[in-house]
């Protein structure tokens, strides 16, 4: 079965603190990975996607993602992160063939403390 | 463009009574997407469509919701009669299905309360 996971629902760092926020899916066919963010009281946003050639894809605020086949990861990781990061991060996959649907995981709320 | 535009952003009502939802996509985009967000169940696919045509409703959760596209830009998620376990930000996004890897774009949602 085709499904997304996001193992942590809350992940609360120290501002200037590195963060990683876990994406894991499940699929036999090719895929389309997506993060977005969500910020209090607002619709999701596209952070960054990877669709193919280089397996590390960048957003334009420090986030970097990385597509591991082997692992069926695609990780978010910021190296130093900001108050203004605080919001929940949803994974997104798209499976081949699936006629274009989204399967989101359950996200993750990031909370970044002074 | 003002992207995806949904209505109303914030809507009370009484159990039992008629909501509806509305939803305008992106001009082009040909796929819409009905999802709701509750902090039990997090984001869940409600219904979406290819060209207005409904290709998977498996998410609504019973007879009382329902889904319409007659155009190009325009939808609607309406629930009847409604109840108070159907409280949730109900968010609209659409894209463009003729590019496959492409994003969907989101609306703000709206957010409903059943009392």
């Known amino acids: 079965a085709q499904s997304v996971t996001q193992l942590d629902s809350q992940v609360p760092v120290f501002e200037e603190a590195p963060v990683e926020l876990r994406c894991n899916y499940s699929s036999s066919v090719s895929v389309y990975l997506f993060w977005y963010v969500q910020y209090p009281n607002q619709g999701l946003q596209l952070l960054l996607k990877y669709l193919s050639g280089s397996t590390l894809v960048e957003s334009i605020n420090g986030f970097e993602a990385e597509f591991n086949k082997s692992q069926t990861s695609f990780h978010l990781r910021k190296p130093s992160v900001h108050i203004s990061d605080t919001a929940e991060y949803f994974c997104a996959v798209q499976f081949e063939g699936s006629q274009g649907n989204l399967i989101f995981g359950k996200g993750t709320k990031l909370s970044v403390k002074p | 463009d003002a992207g995806v535009i949904q209505s109303p952003r914030h809507e009370v009502t009484e159990m039992g009574q008629e909501v509806t939802l509305r939803c305008k996509p992106i001009s082009g985009h040909n796929s819409l997407f009905w999802y709701r967000q509750t902090m039990m169940r997090g984001l869940e696919l409600l219904i979406y469509?290819?060209?207005?045509?409904?290709?998977?409703d498996s998410g609504m959760p019973e007879d009382r919701f329902s889904a319409k596209m007659p155009n190009a830009s325009f939808s609607t998620l309406k629930i009847q009669p409604s109840e108070p376990r159907d409280s949730a930000v109900y968010f609209c996004a659409s894209r463009n299905r003729e590019r496959m890897n492409t994003e969907a774009f989101f609306g703000q949602g709206t957010r409903l309360t059943v009392v």
């Open positions: 469509f290819n060209n207005n045509v409904p290709i998977d």
